[in-house]
Structure formats: C-alpha cells, structure tokens
C-alpha cells in the first residue's frame, strides 16, 4: 500500500469511439464531446474540470464555484499540487486512501477529518440514483431532491434515519435543556432565565424578549454556550435535569441518546437510527430489510426463487384470522388491494415530507454553524433580518390583535373556499413556480446546503484540486467499551466529578455480571440446531447456485456473469482507489480506471492491472466515457433486495454491488462486483461540471 502523498500517473487520455453528433442545445450546461477546437482541459491551478468550456468561465452552481475557490483556511485537499516537484499536470495525489486516521492529515480546512467522513457516510447511504439536469437549481445549489422521485422502502428508511440523527436527536437536546432549567439543579441559569421572563412577562414584552433572544443567539455563536451549556445527550436524566447513568451502560459518545461506544464519530448515532427504523411495524418491516426494487437487477431469477420475508406480518394477521374460524379469501376480499395500493400511495408523499423536514433542519444547522467553505455571515444575516421584523411586529401587536387576526384566519378558512380556489387558480396561471418561490430553501435559506450538498461540494473540492478524499475508514473490530473522554469542570451540571465518574463508567457489578453470562457455556437448543441446519444447507445451496452460475457464463447468460464476483473470497487484498477500481464488465475480471492527465478526463474499463501507474494511453479499454458525456449514475445491487438477505444471512459476507452509467447518447454501461461501489460513485458525482439531480 503506498504512502500517504504517493502520486498516481493514471494513464492520460484514452480513445474513445466517435459519438453521434448532439441535438442543438442539448443539456447545455455539459461540454461537447465531439471534436472541435474547444478543449476540455485538465484542472490546473487556473483551470478546472469543474468549468463547462473553455469559453464560458462561469460555474455551473454556487457548489462548483466553491469548490474553485481560493480558501483561506487549506487543507490536504486544497493545496496547489500541480507546481510540486516531479509532479505532471493532471496527476491524481494519494492523500491516505485505506491509511490508519490517525496518519491521515486534515483534509479540508476548518473541518475535522472525523466530522468530514461522518458527512461523506451519511452521503454514501442516502444517494442512490443522480440525473444530471440542464434546469438552474433551486437555491443555487445542485443534489437536490427531484419532484418524481421514486418511492422505494430503502429511501423512507434512509429519510427516517435522517430524521432521527437530525431532527429527534435535537429535539432531544432541547427537552433535556429544559429539564434543566425546570429542576433548577443550575441555580444561577435557571434563576436569570427566572428573572428575565418575570420582567417580559410583567411588561408585555415576551415575544419581543424572545425574538431578541434568537437574535443574540445567531449573531453571537459564544452565547449559545453560555445560555445553554453543553453537556453529553446520554448523561442528562430528561425527568430530573440531573446526572443519570447511559441506557448502554457506560458513556462512550456524546452525540447518542443511549451513549453506546463508537468506533468513529458518529456512528453511535447512526446505529441507533437504525435500529430506530428496525423497531417500526409494517411499512418499516421493509425498510429495514432494504427492499429497493429500483436498484435490483433486471428479472434477477435467482431473485425471484426467493420468499418476499416482508409478507410475513400480512400472513401471520391472516393466519390469525384462519386460527378464529374466518378463513380469509383473497379472490373474493374486495378491500385487500385497494387498501394496499392507498397505503403504498400515499408512502411516497410522505416520504418526500419526511425527507423535506431533515433537509429544512439541516439547512438551519448549516446556516447557524456553517461549514467552510460556504460564507458565515451571510445566512446569518438574513435570518436577523427577518426576526428583527418580527420584534418590531412583537412590540406593537397587541394581545387583542393576535386574537383577532387568528379568528378571523379561521373564519376565512372555513368558508372562504371559492376564494381561496380562485385566488390558486390565478397563481398558478400568472406564476406557474410560485409555491418554489416561496420555499425557505429559495428565500431567507438560499444559497445554505443541506448535508448532502455540503459533501458534494467538499467531495468537488478534492477533485479540483486532484487530491480525491479518502473515504471514511472502517473495521471489522467492535467500538472499545470504555467510556469517552471527558472533563467534568467543563459541565455546568449539579454533580461532582465523583458522580459523573460513576454516571460515565460501567458498573463492576454489571460488567462481572455480563462477563460471568460471556463466560458462561451456551446450552444447546433444539431450535439452534434446526435453525444451522437451515443455515448449513441454505449456505450449500446458495454456493452450489454460484458454480452453477460459473458454468452458465461460460456459455452466455447475462444473469450469470452479472453474479460473477459478487461475492469475497478468503484472505481477498483490500481494494484499491483512487484511480484504479477493482469491477467486472460483462462477467469479465478487470479494473475501472479514472483518467484525468488528458484533455478529456475520462472513465474507461479494461482487463489489464496497471496498479495506478500507467504512463500512457490504455490501448485495451473496453469502454471509455468523458466525464462531462455522464448523464446519469444509478447504484445497482449484486443481487435483487430478498436474494442479498438470505445469502448475507447463510454466509455472513458482504455483496458486491454495482454501478449504472448512462452516457448522453443514452448508452447504458453496467459494472458489477465493485468493491469500492460509493468511492467510485462520489469520485465521478464530483469531477464534472454537471448539475445533479436526486432520485
């Protein structure tokens, strides 16, 4: 494994067949491919991939224009390596790819490398399929959510699992601020907050003192601090306001409502949003099992041998049923699929609203605490503007007024419908986009990133300035069940630094207790045999389904070689990246090469190993796309969503899953058995200048 700062020489351009010729103005915002005397050239420290020509300068969105920034504060990834010495223009620079953390540099100036891979995980599960469009994004940033986009039970798992280390894990945070306040085991804060309300209160000047209040905290981040002093999530009791002992046992992050350990930061949270989502009935069932049919390959037979393990709660209501003497019938059940298909219906709105409400959350968060390199003040100053109208609204609105104004609200509701409808109608015929133009996102939030743009613009970053981030690391070995560091003096809790000791760690008693258990010989159950046996035999059955799957490659099944490889061998060497990609094309063996020395970057296959050292032009490319040709980018699955469960379940080993690539002559590319599926996916979202969409 090379060295962090090891300089790849990854091959240069690479030849492409002749493109056919493109309808007029068609997608306008991506480069022509064709031959002409307008050149694609390599980022340089004047020059981008992220620019659409030569010619026009202008960055595609405010993302892109980031990305080419000159940033104040640098990181590893925003530093000028094309004037290093013996370095050639174009070349891509290892930055630690698959390295310790902890020998890894910071990447990105003003952003720990730990909050920086939090994002870029985050990213990794919830893209699963990108357009590129030729509309100017709301906002002015791109990766925004499309209008139709498509309901799957994985992207409502992904969107509730948002909502859950977004929007409830804050919530959270402020019920167990008030119960702080409300115990008054912090007398002196309790007593000020006391103080002021009394004094608002006495003289009518409440929501004046509260928008005030939101002012003070916006423009002043220091006060946030001061007026709501942090304290690990975990260790605050949310009916007493005081120290209690985390659900886990011991307090081993800060972030997660049950202070589980953690291998890296974030991932309690994350486990726990899963778990979460695992714990909902029904529709959930299938989110948890990850049913995303949009992903799964097409008429995958192997896939359609298996039992839909979703039908299971609908089975077991009408066995139920069967059990008390109704024996249902399907075939004369009238209501069975109309209420299945109004359920089903209906889950697509309500994921888009799910959806809708992390991304406004998040938005927030970034415009309160921004990320370089998006602007502090800016976002700030808009929100201050519109609470500074609100406390000049406050100051003279009466009580009187506020209760006129909210039944007369009511009234025309209920029986102003005629001119609702009509006042609609003429809306939406003289400003067709009205209700867009009003959204937060294109107002008072415009220009600030939810999550997933912030990581699109970091992951850009690295790419104009060839140095790809290093994906977030992972391992194998369990998080260290030891409470994480902590400082007592720094919390304004009512306890002494003996009790919080005791709160944070896990309990000798507990600890000998679930040692004694782990120790203890496990007794055999004839339901653990039965159970291995199915195991076993479902295991044979599924490595006998491979090599039979060999066998019909060889003589041309489509089906069969796109199985090829999907599965790890034993003692497999750690995948490479990040120019080389370990995949299979058409069943064959080979590597996904990315090129960016040439004129035309490029995204090429080829069944030779040049371990990220070639020097020239690979001659044996069995396909080759421009970057800037990539129209569409869709995460596919080794295998359909119910064949992935039993066979993770029968071998304990990860699928390999693959990669769709739609160029803009609408030629498909399908790759599979990719190892470094997302690393690959994020590289090529980040390289062009093309304007995403999410679907």
């Known amino acids: 494994m090379p060295m962090p700062g090891y300089v790849f020489k990854d091959g240069g351009p690479i030849p492409d067949s002749e493109l056919q010729e493109r309808e007029a103005g068609q ?47 640098r990181g590893a990834s925003q530093q000028d390596y094309s004037a290093a010495e013996g370095e050639g223009e174009g ?33 990794n599960k919830q893209m699963y399929h990108v357009k590129a469009t030729a509309e100017q994004p709301p906002g002015g940033l791109d990766l925004y959510i499309a209008d139709e986009d498509e309901f799957s039970p994985d992207k409502l798992r992904s969107n509730v699992e948002r909502l859950y280390m977004t929007v409830i894990i804050g919530l959270m945070g402020l019920g167990k601020h008030v119960a702080r306040l409300r115990s008054w085991r912090e007398p002196r804060r309790t007593g000020a907050f006391c103080a002021v309300y009394s004094l608002a ?57 049950t202070g589980a350990p953690e291998k890296h930061q974030g991932m309690a949270v994350e486990q726990e949003a899963h778990n979460f989502v695992s714990g909902i009935g029904s529709i959930a069932l299938s989110s948890a099992a990850g049913k995303h049919e949009q992903g799964d390959p097409e008429s995958d037979p192997l896939d359609k041998s298996v039992p839909d393990p979703t039908r299971l709660a609908t089975a077991g209501a009408e066995a139920k049923v069967s059990a008390a003497g109704a024996v249902p019938d399907a075939h004369h059940d009238k209501t069975k699929q109309p209420m299945e298909e109004a359920m089903w219906s209906k889950m697509r709105p309500i994921m888009h609203v799910i959806g809708d409400i992390a991304d406004g959350w998040e938005r927030v968060a970034n415009a309160l605490s921004p990320t ?34 909210t039944s007369f609200g009511i009234g025309l509701g209920f029986f102003g419908d005629p001119i609702i409808w009509r006042a609609l109608d003429l809306l939406n015929t003289k400003f067709p986009r009205w209700q867009k133009l009003l959204e937060i996102r294109n107002t008072i939030l415009k220009g600030v990133p939810t999550n997933a743009q912030l990581t699109i613009t970091l992951l ?34 009512d306890a002494t630094n003996s009790e919080i000791h005791e709160a944070i760690h896990e309990d000798p008693s507990d600890k000998a207790a ?17 159970l291995g046996f199915f195991k076993g035999t479902t295991k044979t059955g599924v490595e006998t389904k491979f090599g039979i799957d060999k066998v019909k490659a060889k003589v041309g099944s489509t089906h069969a070689k796109n199985h090829l490889g999907i599965l790890p061998k034993a003692n497999e060497p750690l995948p490479s990246g990040p120019v080389d990609f370990k995949a299979r094309y058409h069943g064959h063996k080979g590597w996904i090469y990315i090129s960016t020395t040439g004129a035309v970057p490029s995204v090429s296959f080829s069944r030779t190993a040049y371990d ?81 969409e999410s679907w």
């Not at 700030?380 to 209760?403: D, K, N």
């Not at 679930?514 to 039965?530: C, F, M, T």
């Open 27 to 73: 997608f306008q915002q991506l480069p022509s491919t064709s031959n002409s005397s307008t050149a694609f050239s390599t980022p340089t420290s004047s020059t981008s991939l992220l620019a659409t020509n030569n010619n026009d300068r202008t960055p595609p969105t405010e993302s892109h224009a980031l990305a080419n920034a000159d940033h104040e504060v």
């Open 91 to 123: 070349e891509v620079r290892n930055l630690g790819w698959f390295e310790h953390p902890n020998d890894i540099a910071p990447l990105v100036g003003g952003l720990p490398n730990e909050e920086l891979w939090t994002l870029v995980r985050r990213f």
């Open 201 to 257: 209160w006495m003289f009518d000047f409440l929501l004046p003192t509260f928008f005030t209040t939101l002012i003070v905290l916006i423009v002043y981040p220091p006060s946030r601090a001061i007026l709501f002093p942090p304290a690990p999530l975990a260790l605050v009791s949310s009916k007493t306001g005081g120290v209690q002992s985390p659900q886990a046992g011991v307090l081993g992050s800060h972030d997660s409502a």
């Open 372 to 405: 370089p390199p998006f602007p502090k003040e800016a976002p700030r100053l808009r929100l201050v503007g519109c609470l500074a109208a609100l406390v000049a609204v406050s100051v003279v609105t009466t009580s009187e007024m506020v209760v006129k104004g």
């Open 460 to 493: 850009r970053i690295g790419e104009a300035n060839k140095a790809p981030l290093p994906p977030p690391p992972s391992s194998d070995q369990p998080p260290p069940s030891r409470p994480k560091s902590l400082n007592g003096d720094d919390l304004s809790l």
């Open 514 to 530: 679930s040692d004694a258990a782990a120790a203890e010989k496990p007794k055999h159950r004839h339901g653990q045999h039965i």
């Open 612 to 692: 990220g050292r070639v020097d020239g032009e690979i001659s044996d490319a069995l396909f080759s796309i421009p970057i800037h040709d990539i129209l569409e980018l869709k995460k596919m699955g080794g295998l359909g969503w119910k064949a992935k469960l039993v066979v993770g379940w029968a071998t304990g080993k990860t699928v390999a899953d693959g990669l769709e690539i739609t160029d803009r002559s609408r030629n498909v590319w399908k790759l599979t058995a990719i190892r470094l599926r997302d690393e690959l996916f994020n590289r090529l979202i980040a390289m062009g200048g093309q304007k995403w």
